[in-house]
């Protein structure tokens, strides 16, 4: 049973436009979300965080958006360039330290 | 300054043979995690280190995995009797400990069994 679900395998978008990756989750005890960026033959690359007591978090063209009543995050990067083209991983925590990720959706930023 | 490092980045063996696979986690982490990503899929939890005891050991898929931290810093991730579906990229990461501390992913070791 998933409990990080990214429904979008992938998304294509062009340059300077605004990218909108989604993740949904079904784990309440889950209270920190992490979203992190993985080039092939990489390990992940963190990006951003925000933890259950916010609903938003901003760091330049990153903005991370966290709907609790829907179990609802997403992450949008605005705007895209081509080298954001990567998969990108959500991730959960909550009740202990382990990362539960899910599936990764892969952006392809087309110049 | 270094990030987490791994060791081997590729490694084939045939089915039934033992691997051990290294990981150096950033200086001063004390936390430090594994990771198993199949093709396809997110990555997902194996084992946590505190220090050099093991924190959590839930996500072992079976006896045949074991993971040490003898000193608290270098991890070494053990598979015995090797399976074509033990197959798989290995990550580790490291973190300062903290719920709310980041955890930082090695490039990972890249596990074929024949």
């Known amino acids: 049973d998933q409990q990080v679900k990214q429904n979008s395998p992938s998304l294509s978008v062009q340059e300077g436009r605004i990218s909108i990756l989604n993740c949904d989750y079904t784990?309440?005890?889950?209270?920190?979300f992490l979203w992190y960026k993985k080039y092939p033959a990489e390990g992940p690359t963190f990006l951003i965080s925000i933890s259950s007591i916010k609903d938003k978090n901003e760091d330049g063209r990153f903005t991370v958006f966290l709907n609790k009543s829907a179990k609802h995050l997403s992450l949008h990067i605005v705007p895209s360039q081509p080298g954001d083209s990567a998969v990108y991983f959500c991730a959960a925590r909550g009740g202990s330290e382990k990362l539960v990720f899910g599936k990764g959706t892969k952006l392809t930023v087309n110049p | 300054g270094a990030g987490v490092s791994q060791t081997p980045s590729n490694k084939v063996t045939e089915k039934g043979k033992y691997v051990e696979l290294r990981c150096d986690p950033i200086s001063g982490h004390t936390a430090l995690y594994w990771y198993r990503q199949s093709l396809g899929q997110g990555p997902e939890f194996l084992i946590y280190f505190q220090g050099t005891g093991a924190a959590d050991d839930s996500g072992l898929p079976n006896d045949r995995f074991f993971a040490v931290r003898p000193e608290g810093s270098v991890s070494t991730l053990k598979i015995q009797r090797t399976e074509r579906g033990d197959s798989a990229v290995y990550l580790c990461?490291?973190?300062?400990?903290?719920?709310?501390?980041?955890?930082?992913f090695g490039p990972g070791t890249r596990l074929l069994v024949l």
């Open positions: 784990n309440s005890m889950f209270d920190y």
């Open positions: 990461a490291s973190s300062s400990g903290g719920r709310s501390e980041t955890q930082y």
